[in-house]
């Protein structure tokens, strides 16, 4: 893949997960964070390895924590759409493209 590009979104939900598990155990966001990036380097390595929705996202759990990295392979392009916790219903993501 050529570039990876992210939704501007996704910096509010990565803000939400951090302080949530914050709010749990201090320092856990950051190991949250830690997790979201490589998660990302395991779907630039392999994106088509994650398998795809009807709608064309795909997603990536992340090892640690119960949350999905949504995404979308457009091309040469890696589009992260959303970042949000497994529990939650994908309709939320449906604006963003």
């Not at 119960?66 to 916790?85: A, K, N, T």
Request: aromatic residues 10%.
């Amino acid at each position: 893949m050529d570039s990876l590009r992210f939704r501007p979104e996704i910096e509010d939900d990565l803000r939400s997960g951090k302080d949530w598990y914050d709010s749990k155990i201090l320092g856990l966001g950051d190991r949250f964070i830690d997790e979201f990036w490589a998660s990302i380097d395991r779907i630039v390595d392999g994106p088509m390895s994650f398998a795809a929705s009807p709608s064309g996202l795909r997603r990536c759990r992340l090892k640690r924590f119960s949350y999905l990295i949504h995404f979308r392979v457009q091309g040469e392009e890696i589009l992260v759409v959303g970042v949000m916790s497994a529990a939650r219903d994908d309709s939320a993501l449906d604006n963003r493209g």
